[in-house]
Structures are given as C-alpha cells and as structure tokens.
C-alpha cells in the first residue's frame, strides 16, 4: 500500500479523504493556498505545502505545483477529490510522467468520458440507453415531424450549436413540430449564426439518477445502486438520496450492468458516476459519466456500507476489488443535504465571514440511525469569497425514507451556524415538504414548489403546538432559575411564579398551563390538549433536544429581548412567554413601523464594490442597476427598486462591504 | 365591621381607577400602560404594597379644590423582582396629566426617602405633565426635595427611571441625577424645554420626537441608556437589570445559578484577531463568548458604539464589562467614549462590581473637533474613573494598546488588579509606522531602511512581551483560556480590600 498521498483538494473533501488515509495508515499531504493557511484540512493532514495565492487558477488548478508538492513530500499518489484538477487527463498524464500514481481512473477513461460526442459514441457501441433523437441535420420541416413521430412525443427541437436555452422548442404533435423547426432555426441563427437544429425525445417532468460504479486495474467494474439527485437549484444539488424512490429492482440492475458495460467500455478502473436522466415511468437515458468521485457519495456509502475512497485508493494502488457483484447489499436509506453559506431569504446570495458559531449535530449511530457531517470549517474559522460556499453535507441514514427524512429533520434542528447566512432554514423546509416526503421528484421540484424564492415557513398545526410547548419548556426553565437568584426578601422559598400562562409565537397567542415539574412537564394547550415535555436543556445552550410526547425533537434558541427565537423544521419565529396577564396588556401595545431603508440602498451580503453604474442627483427608474457588488466572484447587479433620485454615494468602487452597509441614499 | 370593610374596598377601587375609564381608554390608544398596569408588570405577581393610596392635593386656588383625585397622580409603593425588594414611584397621567403638585412630591419623597432607608434600588416611572402649575412654588419646592433625595441616594442604592410618556421642565432632573435611564420608543420624549419655547426664543422649529425622543437621547445626546419599543419590553428588561444590580453599596452583587462552566474553553476565540492589524473585528464576540451563558446587558448601546459597556455574569456574579469596539472608529478613544466609559466604571465602584476591561486601543483620536470638545477633560473622566475605582479591576489587552489610551485603559499603573494579554497583544507607545518615521527621521527618505526599521520595530515593540518583562502584564494568555482564567481572576478577588484616603469627595473633571 501506498506509505504517503497528497490530496489535491481542500475543504470538506480534503478533510474526508485524509479520514480513510489515516484509517488506513497512510500518511496525508495537504496543499493550500494563502486563503486557506488556517483551514481545517491543513490542520488535519500529517503534512501540508503551500501552493500560492488564493485564486484557484493561481493555486489549486496549478498542475506544476501539485506535482512539485508531491516530489518534495515523496507523495506516491495524488487524490484529486472532486473539481478542480479531478477530471482533468493532462493532471493524470503530468503525474503519470512524474512517477506519481492518480488515485483515479486511467487517463484514457478521463479523456473518453471528458467528450460528449465521445461518450455518446462509447454508451452507444455499450448498448447504455440514450435519448432517442436524430443527430444529423434536418432540412425540412417534414422531414422533422417524420422523426418526431419515430421518437415519440413531445420531443425538443434543439440548436446544434445551442445552449442557455435559445433556439429550443418543445413540440407536443406533428403541428407543433413543424412550427416549432421554424422558429428555433430562425433563433440558432440569430443567436449562433448557425442554423442547424436536431431533434430528440422530451423528457417530462425528468428526475436524476445516477449510478455508482467501481472498478479496478484486472477489468472487473461493479455498480453500488443508485442516487437521485433531482432535488436542483439552478443545476446545483441541494438533496440527495439512496437509493431511488422510484426505482425498482429490475431497474435498478438495468441501469446498472449499462453502468457497468459503459464502464468496461473505456477499462475504467476507479470510482465513478454514470448519470441518467429517467422519466416518471421509469424510463432511463444516458446523459454524461463523471470520472471522479461525486460530492454526494456518502448516501452510497451509507447504504453499502463501502468506503468508496478507501477502494479508490486500493485500486489506484492496483488491488483487485474485495467485492463481487453479488456481495453489493442495499441496506436502508441515506439522505444527504449540502449545507451552503447562502441566504435562502435573499434569492440565495452568497454569504461570507467568520463562523461566530458551528455546532453540528453530534455524528454516530443512535438507535439505528446514522448521522454523518462531512465538513472542512470550524467554529471560528472563516468562508471565504475564493472558494465554493458549501460548508458541510449532513447525511442521515435509517431503516426506511421516512425514518432517515425525520433524522435529517432532526439533525438540521441541532445544525447551529452564526455569523453567516446559510441555507439550514430552506433544507428544514424541504425536510417538510409533502411532496417531498411522497417521493414525487423531478429536477423542477424547487422552481416549482418555490416560484417565488423561499421565506421561512410560518408555524402552523401540530408544528405550531410542538413549539409552543419547547417554548413554554424554556420558558419553566428561565423562570425556575431566575427565582433561585440570591437577596431575596423571603428566607423561605414562598415566591412561585404563575403556571397560566400564554405563548406567544409571533402574533399567534397559546394559552398553555404547566403540570408537574421535575423531569418532564406536561404543558396543556387548548382544549384540553396535554403535551408531555422532557428535556435537559440549561440556559445558554444554544440547542433544545428533547421529547415532546415521547417523540425526539431539537429547536434551537437564540435569546431576543423578553423572549427568544425558535427555530424548528423550517419555521423560525420570535416566541415570548408571558403571564396571561402580561400578554393581556403586551396585546395593547402599537405596532412600530419599521425603520424605513426604502431611502438607501444597502449592501445585500459582505462583498466588494466593483461598479457604481450612477451619480449623484441621477433620476434612476426601478429595475435599473444602482451598482455591482462581487461576493464569491458572482457579480451581483443592485437595481433599484422603485423610481429615486440618487442623493449622496457613501460607498467607493474597490470597497469591501458588509452587508447592509450603506451604499447610497436616495432623496 | 362588614361595612366599615366594604368602605375601605369602595374607596381602593376608586383610587384604583384613577382619572377614570375613559382617560385609561385614551392611555391605551396611545400604546400606553397606566401607572398601575406598568407596576404590575414590573414587579413580581401580587408582591405590590402600595402607600398613600389616599393622598389628595391641598391647592385651594383656580378652582382645583372641586376636582380631587385619590393618589394624586403618583402610585407609590414597593414590591420584588424576583423575590428582592425594590421601591417604586409611577406617574399617572390619567390623574392631572401626572402632574407634579406638593402633595404628589411629598408621596415620591416618602418613598426615597424608605429606599435609601432600607438600602434598596428605586425605579421612578416617568409619564406626566411637569409641575402642576397652579400650585405654584409648592409644586417647585416638591421638585427639590426630590432632587435632593435623588442626590443623597446617589451612589448608595441603584436609581432607575423609566420615561414612558412625556418628561418636561422639572420632571427631567430627577431622572437625569440617576444610574440608568431607559426610553420607550415614539411614546416618549425629554426635553427642558419644548418645542413651542424652542420656537419662541430661538425660532427653531423641531418635534418633540426630534428634540428630545428616544433615537435623540440614546444614539446623541446620550441621557438615555437604552430604548425600547414599548411599556412591556422597557418593563420587563428593568426586571432584568435589576437582576445585575446588588441593592445597594454595602450589599454584595446577587448570585444567580449558572448552567455555564466557568472552566469552559472557547477555541474560536484563537482565531478572533485577523492576521490583518488593520482589519476590525466585533469585540462583542468576544463579550458573549466570556460571559455566563453569553448573556450581556448593554447600557449605552446606540451612543459612542467605539466602547461597548454593559453587565455580564461571571460564575453566576454579576461584572461590569467594558470594551474597546474595532468595530467602530477602530475603537478609538474620543470624548463621548470617555465619558460613556467613565460613568459606567463609576457606577460599577459605587456598587461593589468587579470591572473586566477589554483592550484593544489605537488612542485618542486626533482633530480640531476633538480638541476643541475638551478630548483633554473627557480622557481625564475616563482615567480618573479607573484611577479611584477600588472594585477588582482584571484588564485583557486583546491587540493594540496604543499611547496614553494604553495607561487609561485599567493599565497596571492605575491599580489594575490582574493584567493579562493575549499573544497578539500590541502595547506600544504607537504603530510600527509612525514610531519610525519619528525615530528614524533620517532615513526617512530610504524606503529600504524604514521597512527594515519598521519590521524591527514590529518584531520587538507590537507585542505583550515589553511590557510582560516589566511586569504591567501579569500573564500572557491563550485566548481559547480567557474565560478559565478570568473567572478564577474574579474568585481570587473576590475578597478584595482597598480604600482611597479620606476625602470629602474627589473632584473630578467634570
């Protein structure tokens, strides 16, 4: 076995690779760039080498410099991780020069699989199912409606030389058909000065699914099931799963001996991904393999049981599998969610700064269920603007979907993050969603369900009264240890407080009573309604855990004037407890206005002035860009958003702001 | 008997009603409490007692001897916080307006005058008209004997005053003689004079909102110590208060059980200072991550944000914080900040509350406006308060500690007890640069030399080891320790004697 590996990878990945290496009794090397000198993955490694400045391309993407890391460390082998240099041939073909072993799979396979036209060529000699369509060019419109009554309806009329949507038409019947040929000619040519288009099968309402294949250098492949990754946002994966809610067996092993065979195809000797797109009848089409390790590949390993970096390692090193085919179980089902410093309440704009707080769940496995938090930050470390906004993946694994969905539910309960926006609230609300729950996926799922962005759920039903009673818990706690202060004026315990009393969770009111003490309290709504809690939560602590009618629930706590703020399964509100009498008169009290930032704009997210597209006095109309703000190199155009006259510019181009800092004021 | 019984409860509810519904309905529109309803939330469930029930006025002039109200438009009385005896006084604007009268004073007098008796805090609640004005000089003569209670009363037992309502002429001097003021927000203003005067006399037309509401008097004017946005929160945040305050300066700072280790550890804290010197970062990070169960009470938050103050717990006893802010100005020294500091650090000594200081100063900031303010007299506040401060005194330079803001911040020099700096600690006369540039002036035309110059300076002036070796710093610590050491710090001190020579009183610079 290899004695040395250099990961060249940062962040979670890093971290994750460096975990089996040591398991293994191999020693790591880490790489980093200035940005990252104090990051978790370079704490961890038994040895790290500094790369260069922060911008990938000047550091992390810098073949050269990966190689000299490995020469002056005697690094035998280099895990790439996932992006940066991982699916690039020329990184395998410079480390193959060095002497230096690519803990992936054969250059060749990269370069075979890099290719889309190629890797069509290979998944169709493999006999792997692609979308049926037409490549060649069509002339005509009737020869077009020919072929779309070959294929099947509704297909795509795409330009050849398309992308970004233009020059695409769905067709639903011959009519259509023909229309449609004329029009996305028309726009190929206008957008791309070429007028080609082709025609292939429309998949309705898609859903991702992909298989895990591993291979080794004495040409056996096997497939570890599959994925779905359908839960998208804009292209990126939010959720993912194994197995597949819509799969079944014979599915399954379809898809996967294709797996297989394109796999074999190209003597593909790592880990890697065949990706599919399949319909809602089960329906599966080639679209691209992935020739390094996925983001997502802990919900395999928690369903196999296999460490798939572990066999990446062994087979880079040229053992033959340890596993057959038939010793491939699926066992249970993992649910994996990618924790982002974006703001979900702001469109999802990136979000940087110091972790003030980063308290994960606590991993292991409790009664059956997995918790894993794969993850390169800590508690007071820093996300920088350079690289990826993925803080961690939390990964939950039951017995059944439902079980593992609730773990995960639970686990984002007790995911503590201050200091940066994240996108925690957004993951509990999917946690939640019915749709969701029932398995009824497709990678429009989030644009559908979310047409309008997300806002944090409103408490409502049995949600509602769950955290009306954590909240009245809280509350019992506070109270019991405010009356323990010293000084009182009676030597004898006498001073009780009242146990009427009302919850309020924003506006809605709870009336509640409190029974018993001790260990578990019961709290009565209304209508008689009894919730039994028990909890052992102390003031300060940042996370509630605990039972609410035998049931486990976390809720965290974040203390606001007269009360705190509660956050459970997606819904986050200002809860206070009052006596009924104080919520009698805390009912009188006006509604303040807020203070209106409607005469200035401010800074949505720590970030660098790049542009200021107006000046002072300009009359600027709404929808109108205001300025450029660059955070995580995105470029995020300000525009106003009503009709203003620009009055004074307070921030300067080459500003580093942070978030709602002013950056004009309008008259 | 019976109806000598029922007598006496007739004549309490109709001295409970006060100036009568319809005037408690106008209250409530406005978003307000009554006096009564505000006593009730601010003390615990049935602990009031009232006093003077009863009282009427003795004006026979302008025809008020026809209207009489019971109470007189003041509710006195006393009740508990949480089980601890605190007084109180709450102006009731549905009798008179709330209105000042001889009789009215001579209530609010009764109650000092037992507060400072039996040495427990005190909390005016402020909503009325000022001085009943056809009573005259009696009226005036009942404002001073408030105020002179409020003088004796000062520095012996916590005086809180709430300002719910209006607060105008004479009513703004009593609350302006004590510890802590707190404002409702768009209910509430302060002002000597208002805005009609204002007009008249120096023709500026201004709201009484913008003269003297609670955004003016917390973030400008700084009388006010903090704001809130209504009767309930401002009620119930004094009840919180009063759980930092001891009762008086004989008594020693309550014990409130703590859930958090005193030993607790905080790795974060090794990552807090940017490797960039010039880089801010929030001190109040720090404060939270210190204190029991990250609980801070801040006075002064909105007013001089470059020095947070406020009260903390440290196992579970209550410690007055304060902190140069990076975060604003670069946590400069300027006048406001001194004297936001200094009355903070004399309020702490008067009450017997340990004071942790937080460093990390530039100096005092430059400028004709600074000078011309007096910078020299509001720096002095702020050193003179540490000076004669007798409390245990535990200073942590967290950066800089630059010049003379370096002796003002509770330095060793100023009898600071325990002297602790972390690694990154700075404490110099000034930065690398313009110490250079000043003792180096002759190469000041080589770029070369003064980087060279600059890099030896840094390397053996900005850090705590200089002074470390002449023993201004007790200790160099870790960060990730500071709540570890600093409650061992505040144990070891807890038995602390000094006293400052006799003196009538000192005289500082005012």
Aim: net charge negative; glycine share 8%; proline share 4%.
């Amino acid at each position: 076995m290899f004695s040395k590996i250099l990961i060249a990878n940062r962040g979670e990945i890093a971290c994750r690779i460096i975990k089996t290496a040591r398991r293994l009794g191999i020693a790591t090397v880490a790489v980093y760039s200035e940005a990252d000198k104090d990051a978790l993955h370079v704490e961890m490694a038994d040895e790290a080498i500094l790369i260069g400045p922060p911008a990938a391309a000047q550091s992390y993407l810098v073949i050269e410099k990966i190689v000299a890391a490995c020469k002056e460390t005697g690094a035998e082998a280099v895990h790439p991780g996932y992006g940066f240099l991982s699916e690039r041939a020329a990184f395998a073909a410079a480390l193959e020069e060095a002497g230096i072993v690519f803990i992936g799979p054969n250059r060749k396979a990269i370069e075979a699989m890099g290719d889309k036209i190629e890797s069509k060529k290979f998944a169709n000699a493999a006999k792997v199912s692609t979308v049926p369509g037409y490549l060649g060019v069509i002339e005509t419109p009737e020869r077009a409606a020919e072929i779309a009554d070959e294929i099947g309806y509704p297909v795509m009329i795409k330009a050849s030389a398309g992308g970004g949507g233009k020059g695409m038409r769905i067709a639903h019947s011959r009519l259509e058909v023909a229309e449609g040929f004329a029009r996305a000619r028309s726009e190929a040519k206008s957008s791309f000065g070429d007028d080609r288009v082709f025609v292939e099968k429309f998949i309705v309402n898609p859903r991702h699914i992909e298989i895990q294949v591993l291979g080794d250098k004495h040409g056996n492949v096997i497939y570890l099931g599959e994925r779905e990754c359908s839960i998208q946002r804009r292209n990126q994966k939010v959720i993912e799963e194994a197995p597949s809610p819509l799969l079944d067996e014979a599915t399954r092993k379809k898809m996967g001996e294709q797996a297989v065979a394109l796999a074999k195809a190209v003597n593909y000797d790592s880990a890697g991904t065949v990706e599919f797109v399949a319909g809602q009848d089960r329906s599966f089409y080639f679209l691209e393999m992935n020739t390094r390790l996925q983001v997502e590949h802990p919900v395999t390993e928690l369903v196999t049981g296999i460490d798939l970096v572990e066999e990446m390692i062994r087979s880079a090193y040229g053992q033959k599998l340890r596993m057959t085919q038939a010793d491939v179980k699926l066992t249970g089902w993992a649910v994996e969610s990618r924790v982002y410093a974006e703001d979900p309440t702001r469109n999802f704009l990136p979000s940087t700064g110091r972790l003030v707080k980063y308290r994960p769940p606590a991993e292991g496995i409790f009664d059956g269920v997995t918790v894993r938090n794969d993850t390169g930050v800590f508690e007071g470390g820093e996300i920088s603007i350079h690289y990826d906004p993925m803080i961690a993946k939390l990964v939950t694994h039951a017995g059944d979907r439902l079980t593992a969905i609730e773990a995960q539910a639970r686990a984002l309960d007790s995911f503590v993050i201050d200091g940066i926006r994240h996108n925690i609230p957004f993951l509990s609300a999917l946690m939640q969603h019915e749709r969701w729950r029932a398995g009824r996926l497709s990678t429009g799922f989030i644009a559908e369900e979310f047409p309008e962005g997300f806002s944090p759920l409103v408490a409502s039903g049995e949600i509602a009264h769950v955290m009306a009673a954590i909240a009245t818990h809280v509350d019992h706690v506070l109270n019991v240890r405010k009356r323990a202060i010293s000084g009182q004026l009676r030597a004898q315990g006498t001073l009780r407080f009242q146990l009427r009393r009302a919850v309020l969770l924003g506006k809605q009111r709870y009336d509640v009573e409190v029974v018993g003490g001790g260990a578990a309290l019961d709290i009565v709504l209304a209508e008689g309604r009894s919730l039994r809690v028990a909890s052992d939560w102390t003031p300060g602590e940042p996370v509630w855990s605990g039972t609410v009618d035998g049931v486990e629930m976390a809720a965290q706590v974040r203390p606001i004037l007269n009360g705190f703020t509660l956050a459970h399964r997606g819904v986050s509100v200002d809860a206070r407890v009052y006596t009924r009498r104080e919520a009698e008169l805390a009912a009188l009290m006006l509604e303040r206005k807020g203070a209106d930032n409607s005469k200035a704009l401010l800074c949505p997210m720590p970030g660098l002035v790049k542009t200021i597209s107006v000046h002072v006095d300009q009359e600027v109309k709404a929808g109108e860009p205001l300025c450029m703000v660059e955070a995580m190199k995105m470029e995020n155009v300000l525009v106003a958003e009503r009709d203003v006259t620009v009055k004074k510019i307070l921030a300067r181009e080459g500003d580093s702001l942070a978030v709602d800092a002013v950056i004009m004021e309008f008259a | 008997m019976k109806q000598m019984l029922e007598r006496l409860d007739r004549r309490r509810a109709r001295a409970r009603l006060g100036g009568g519904e319809a005037r408690i309905k106008a209250q409530h529109a406005k978003g307000k409490l009554t006096a009564r309803e505000r006593i009730e939330l601010l003390l615990d469930h049935e602990s009031f007692e009232e006093f003077d029930m009863f009282v009427e006025h003795r004006c026979a002039d302008f025809g008020m001897e026809k209207t009489k109200i019971p109470g007189d438009g003041v509710v006195t009385g006393w009740g508990t916080v949480n089980g601890r005896t605190v007084f109180v006084f709450a102006k009731d604007f549905t009798v008179f307006g709330g209105s000042l009268s001889e009789a009215h004073a001579q209530k609010i007098t009764k109650i000092q005058d037992m507060a400072l008796k039996n040495r427990a805090p005190i909390i005016g609640l402020f909503d009325a008209g000022g001085a009943r004005i056809q009573e005259g000089v009696a009226a005036l003569g009942g404002y001073g004997e408030v105020f002179q209670r409020n003088v004796l009363a000062s520095g012996v037992i916590p005086q809180i005053s709430l300002i719910m309502g209006p607060c105008a002429g004479g009513d703004v001097y009593s609350p302006a003689m004590t510890d802590f003021i707190f404002m409702v927000r768009d209910t509430s203003y302060m002002f000597v004079t208002g805005p009609d005067v204002v007009k008249t006399v120096t023709n500026e037309t201004v709201t009484a909102e913008d003269l003297g509401g609670a955004s003016v008097h917390t973030t400008r004017s700084s009388i006010a110590d903090r704001a809130y946005d209504n009767d309930v929160e401002a009620l119930l945040q004094t009840r919180r208060l009063i759980d930092f305050l001891p009762a008086s300066n004989t008594d020693d700072v309550p014990l409130l059980p703590s859930f958090d280790d005193p030993d607790r550890i905080d790795m974060s804290l090794d990552t807090l200072i940017p490797d960039n010197p010039n880089k801010p970062y929030d001190i109040k990070e720090l404060i939270a991550k210190i204190v029991d169960e990250g609980d801070f009470f801040e006075i002064q938050e909105a007013h001089a944000k470059n020095i947070v103050t406020g009260f903390g717990r440290i196992e579970g006893r209550t410690v007055g914080i304060v902190a140069n802010q990076p975060m604003a100005l670069a946590g400069v020294l300027d006048s406001d900040a001194s004297r936001k500091g200094a009355r903070f650090v004399r309020f702490c000594d008067c009450f017997n509350i340990p004071i942790v200081s937080f460093v990390d100063v530039p100096g005092f900031l430059p400028g004709v406006a600074q000078e011309y303010g007096g910078l020299i007299k509001h720096g002095a506040k702020l050193l003179f308060a540490y000076a004669e401060a007798t409390v245990p005194k535990a200073t942590i330079i967290t950066r800089k500690a630059f010049g003379g803001a370096y002796d003002v911040m509770a330095s060793k020099h100023l009898r600071g007890d325990i002297n602790l700096a972390w690694p990154t600690a700075q404490i110099a006369v000034m930065g690398a640069k313009g110490a250079v540039e000043i003792i180096f002036r002759a190469d000041i035309a080589d770029p070369a030399k003064i980087a060279e110059r600059t890099a030896e300076y840094e390397a053996r002036f900005l850090s705590p080891f200089v002074a470390a070796e002449r023993g201004y710093i007790d200790e160099v610590i870790m960060p990730h320790a500071t709540r570890k050491r600093l409650s061992r710090v505040l144990a070891m001190l807890r038995n602390k004697k000094l006293e400052n020579p006799w003196k009538k009183h000192d005289n500082i610079p005012l």
